[in-house]
């Protein structure tokens, strides 16, 4: 268990519509990130927040966006979801530092299908 | 841009032989070089790092050595058990060249006792 979570574990839902996908940091990190991991494109760095602010952006799409709230938690929105959007997403997060270098902790991803 | 190249798979291995899984990287500024291993059903857990050349990251029998002069971190276990059978992902992060981390494609391993 490496601390983080992510809820929820599944989701279901249609193309056109919008999701919230949550994250919990590990106790006393700071930094959260999010991956997309599709079979198409593999495991690919979307973006990181570090200490309630963006800190780098990755390949994330202008129909996505994430924010980080004053307790950590995080949450990536998922918006006009298409059906390559079906994929895991995983959260990590690392220590008080917010270099992307840090050892980063990963969640165990939430699986999302739109049909 | 920077990248990651990492050897095709699956690899298929009897219990107790000898792995190597390749992998090379480009890069414009210093990277951290990472290997991440992912169980069936489960996130990633860092397997082991390197943070400059030469360096040797170890961890549960695998080792890997960053080298700079071939662009190459190469993980490595000397005797394979049935429970290594994983997902392994080669992966960089750079602050000097633009904050960024860039996983390989993934190299799924499958050890038979």
């Known amino acids: 268990d490496s601390g983080v979570t992510q809820t929820p574990k599944h989701l279901i839902t249609a193309t056109g519509q919008r999701v919230t996908l949550r994250c919990s940091p590990r106790s006393g990190d700071l930094s959260v990130y999010w991956y997309q991991q599709s079979l198409d494109q593999g495991l690919q760095f979307l973006i990181q927040?570090?200490?309630?602010?963006?800190?780098a952006k990755g390949n994330i799409l202008e129909r996505f966006s994430a924010q980080q709230f004053p307790d950590l938690h995080s949450e990536l929105n998922l918006s006009s979801l298409e059906l390559g959007d079906s994929a895991l997403y995983f959260c990590?997060?690392?220590?008080?530092?917010?270099?992307?270098?840090?050892?980063?902790?990963f969640g165990p991803g939430t699986r999302l299908t739109v049909l | 841009g920077d990248s990651v190249t990492q050897m095709e798979g699956p690899v298929t291995l009897s219990e107790e032989a000898f792995l190597t899984i390749n992998c090379t990287y480009t890069a414009t500024g210093y990277p951290s070089l990472f290997w991440y291993v992912q169980y069936p059903g489960e996130g990633l857990q860092l397997l082991l790092k390197?943070?400059?050349?030469?360096d040797k990251g170890s961890n549960k029998g695998f080792e890997a050595t960053y080298r700079k002069e071939t662009t190459s971190f190469h993980l490595e276990k000397g005797s394979v058990q049935v429970s290594d059978s994983a997902v392994y992902f080669c992966a960089l992060s750079d602050d000097t060249g633009g904050f960024k981390t860039i996983f390989g494609a993934g190299t799924r391993l499958f050890v038979k006792a």
């Open positions: 390197a943070t400059k050349a030469d």
């Open positions: 990590a997060s690392s220590s008080a530092s917010g270099r992307q270098t840090d050892t980063q902790y």
């Open positions: 927040y570090y200490n309630g602010e963006e800190r």
